[in-house]
């Protein structure tokens, strides 16, 4: 986020009277620019110039010399001569004592002193208190102390007016520090967006202000004397044999350079100072020059060691295996879609210098032994800039500004620039001989009639809003008569050449929009067409919730991501769908890179997590989507983002996408409530997970058979399959319920016996009626009847179930199995099932003959469908 300093901006802008960061910031916001922090000044309270009138040395027991000073820092500071806090050296007369550890001055210089109820940077509030025997009313500071950086000639001590980082200022006990310093000023910053990356400078962000205030706006580059262009300096080549998108990867290339400068000359305190306000590390003069340079007009520079570089300067892209060691001490493994700026120094002729308007490399990098430096400027592709940012995860300030666009006018204004700097601080001389190789893009003219600024916007805008706007942003606007087929004028507007944004005439009915006034703008709403409620499936899912939190369980949710040891966790067979899972090129984590393809496989593991935190038990369900692969067909293509994909790219997209569906599941285990005086409530268990199935179903309207089954992370002897029967009268599978497997359970250290459930929610909706008939009410009591049949351990209740239907006929009201017994009463290979049979008619009240003979029928028909015999 750029921050503003107030005093830099106002060399480009007239600020308005009295303007502070405040103001300064609501005007940038109403063209556009947000508000991200404003930065008040950085030291507060009483910071002045002080002088020392005598100075005494006092050895301590740690070695330490301590110098216990007389200062006068001002009638208005000064403490009385006689009321003195502690006795100070030399002559009684109007001061205060301070403590100072240390060395750099002596008695008759001017100091900076932080009087008590100063606060330095870092919340560092300042007091009298007693140290080292004596009270020191105040501080000597230092420039770190106050935030300015280390002293430029190297002195490791305090501030002193005349020398070092006090080079050039003076005053007398008593002034105001912090003006003299400039450790008042204010900064904003501000949010950019990024189809506006002129305004990743002062120049760019004055223009804004201007937009919005109306202040004179004086643009820096008019104040710089720039050379012809031409190819005598150090010779470029510009080799790109691998565009992107049909786009050259540098259009121009400036190099100039400065001979004979004194590379451990010190930055100026006023630069140094600015660079700190806008949130950068002042470096060494030629470093903060370049850094300062681009700051201030947009444009990035690179600075080399002349003496480092064997011409020529090639430009191209790398070559497969080609590695770079940049500025921050990174080898890094270079694609053949980076730009790079390489030269003849290599072992075989051919060395890498830089990753092209990203970052340089070390080894052509400036150092204080450097006296001739060449400096770079140069215009490159936003796409190949920003793809190389991130491929090798390098943002930079560089990076920035060319991904967003930077004027291609700019490279030689802000190289000429560079040079008059380091030459005004570091010494030295500017070549005259300078490279522009390469072209300069205009931008292409858009024709724009008048009526489409309404006629977008809806705001009755004038012509002459429509004109003043496009020409306030620096537009060239000429009239073309009347559009095609139409009414109305028509304009012929030519963006300026630092916003490549503008190029259809959507973007300019933007800025229209933008300049005259978002609030200039009606805020209409429109009037909401008649609701038709919820879908049947976002009912369903609500109806599906709600039933399972009535039963007890908390709904959660968990991210959708899983490990490849998933599988194997959950005992999946080696040919199971479920591992055809979709992987992920970007994960969040590298240890889930793929996508869930059942709901159990990221419940499960929040449910040891809640066990693990002092639960004593769980009973949890979610609704989330699941994804399955489509293999080799699942291979989306890339489609390019410079035009809208054709509609057979969409279609082989929308292909490729994975088969996903929406699941609901469920996990269970422990207690089912809280124990009491009667003693521990029931654990759940592989009947609770049917249970609950059932509940779901019966919430949407559906109805579900249960079978046996054996079916992963289930136990292969209490596993239920679920099913529903389809329009077409078939059973589709759509679940499973049932107590999960020892070793699933070991694995996610559940209670013992814990059960699960999941459910292909969708299709279970699917399933159910559209419109659910009302059941008459009623009018006569029901009769109740109880049986338990023997069957064969594989014949399934639901078998046995609709015998019983089927035999009792239209008497039989509901049927529901209440128990299960397998033992030795029972016989081997056999089990016991007990239903409990409601019986009603419509017609009367029953009679003991028509209850005996349904009952007989029961009997018979279980007997001859699935061989049950009535237990005794």
């Known amino acids: 986020m750029p921050r503003i300093p107030l005093t830099w901006l106002a060399e480009h802008v007239t600020l308005r009277e009295g303007a502070g960061a405040e103001s300064v910031a609501a005007d940038l916001v109403s063209v556009g620019l947000e508000e991200e922090a404003i930065h008040g000044a950085q030291v507060t309270g009483p910071l002045v110039v002080g002088r020392v009138l005598a100075l005494e040395k006092e050895p301590q027991k740690n070695g330490k010399t301590i110098n216990w000073c007389r200062v006068d820092v001002g009638p208005e500071h000064n403490e009385a001569a006689d009321d003195p806090k502690d006795p100070q050296p030399g002559p009684e007369q109007p001061s205060r004592g301070i403590i100072c550890g240390a060395h750099n001055f002596e008695v008759g210089d001017l100091v900076v002193v932080s009087l008590p109820g100063t606060v330095l940077p870092g919340d560092f509030a300042i007091a009298a208190r007693k140290t080292y025997g004596h009270t020191s009313d105040g501080m000597i500071c230092s420039g770190e102390e106050l935030g300015l950086g280390a002293d430029p000639e190297g002195e490791d001590g305090i501030i002193v007016l005349g020398r070092g980082l006090g080079a050039g200022l003076t005053g007398e006990p008593g002034d105001d520090a912090i003006a003299l310093l400039g450790l008042g000023d204010e900064t904003v910053e501000i ?39 031409t190819r005598g300096g150090v010779p470029v080549q510009l080799r790109d044999d691998a565009p992107l998108r049909g786009g050259e990867g540098c259009t121009r290339f400036v190099t100039l350079e400065v001979r004979g400068t004194d590379a451990t000359a010190p930055t100026p305190r006023w630069m140094s100072r600015r660079l700190t306000q806008a949130g950068m590390r002042p470096i060494s003069l030629i470093v903060d020059v370049t850094n300062y340079v681009m700051l201030d007009l947009g444009q990035p520079l690179h600075a080399y060691d002349a003496e480092k570089v064997v011409a020529p300067i090639i430009v191209r892209r790398a070559r497969a295996g080609e590695k770079l060691t ?18 003849c120094g290599g072992p075989e002729g051919d ?28 215009t490159f592709q936003q796409i190949t800039v920003a793809r190389t940012a991130r491929r090798h995860r390098l943002p930079s300030e560089a990076s920035k500004r060319f991904e967003r666009g930077v004027d291609p006018h700019l490279p030689l204004v802000a190289a000429q620039r560079a040079a008059e700097l380091i030459v005004q601080y570091g010494g030295g001389e500017i070549d005259h001989r300078v490279t522009d190789e390469g072209t300069i893009t205009e931008p292409s003219a858009i024709d724009f009639p008048i009526a489409d600024a309404e006629r977008v916007v809806g705001v009755a805008y004038t012509p002459e809003q429509v004109r003043s706007s496009l020409e306030m942003i620096g537009c060239t606007v000429e009239e073309a008569g009347a559009p095609a087929g139409g009414s109305g004028d028509m304009l012929r507007v030519t963006p300026p050449s630092w916003r490549p944004d503008l190029v259809v005439r959507e973007d300019l009915v933007e800025e229209i929009a933008r300049l005259v006034g978002y609030d200039q703008i009606p805020s209409v709403l429109p009037t909401a ?8 499936s976002q009912r369903g899912r609500r109806n599906a919730g709600r039933a399972l939190a009535e039963a007890g369980l908390t709904e959660v949710a968990s991210y959708p991501f899983i ?12 040919e199971d769908e479920r591992r055809r899972a979709v992987r992920l090129l970007n994960p969040l984590a590298d240890d889930e890179p793929l996508m869930r393809t059942a709901l159990l496989q990221t419940l499960l593991p929040v449910a040891r997590r809640n066990l693990g935190r002092g639960e004593e038990s769980v009973a949890i369900f979610q609704v989330g989507s699941v994804s399955l692969s489509r293999g080799e067909a699942g291979v989306s293509p890339v489609p390019s983002a410079a035009e809208r994909p054709s509609d057979e790219e969409l279609a082989a997209v929308q292909d490729a996408l994975p088969a996903q569906t929406r699941r609901l599941a469920v996990v269970i285990g422990g207690a089912s409530g809280p124990g009491s005086w009667m003693g521990d409530a029931p654990a759940w268990g592989w009947a609770d997970a049917i249970d609950l199935a059932h509940r779901v179903a019966a919430s949407v309207g559906a109805h579900l058979e249960v079978r046996q089954a054996e079916h992963a992370p289930f136990h292969p002897g209490r596993t239920a399959e679920l099913t529903v029967q389809g329009a077409d009268g078939e059973q589709t599978v759509v679940g499973h319920a049932g107590e999960l497997h020892p070793a699933v359970i070991k694995a996610y250290s559940l209670p013992a016996r814990s059960s699960a459930l999941e459910l292909d929610l969708e299709a279970v909706i699917a399933a159910a009626p559209a419109v659910v008939e009302a059941v008459p009410v009623p009018t006569f009591p029901p009769a109740k009847e109880d049986f338990a049949f023997v069957v064969d351990q594989d014949v399934p209740a639901s078998a046995v179930e609709a015998a019983i239907v089927v035999g009792i006929g239209d008497l039989a009201e509901r049927v529901r199995l209440f128990d299960v017994y397998t033992g030795d009463q029972i016989g081997e290979g056999k089990k016991s099932l007990a239903f409990a049979v409601r019986l009603r008619s419509e017609d009367g009240t029953l009679t003991g003959e028509q209850i005996g003979a349904a009952r007989e029928r029961c009997i018979r028909a279980v007997e001859d469908v699935v061989g049950g015999m009535l237990r005794a």
Do not use: K, W
């Not at 940049?326 to 030269?343: G, H, K, P, Q, S």
């Open 191 to 229: 949010n950019v967006t990024p189809d506006r990356g002129y305004c990743f400078s002062m120049r760019g962000v004055a223009r804004e202000y201007s937009h919005a205030t109306g202040g004179a706006f004086v643009d820096p580059v008019t104040t710089v004397d720039a050379p012809e262009g």
């Open 326 to 343: 940049t500025l921050d001490d990174v080898e890094r493994t270079l694609d053949a879609e980076d730009l790079l700026i390489t030269d």
């Open 351 to 378: 060395r890498v210098l830089g990753l092209a308007g990203v970052m340089g490399g070390a080894e052509t990098e400036v150092t204080d032994a450097t006296r001739n430096v060449i400096l770079e400027a140069a």
């Open 529 to 536: 067409p008649g609701g038709r409620g919820l879908t049947r």
């Open 563 to 574: 490990g490849e040891g998933v599988f194997d966790q959950l005992r999946y067979d080696a």
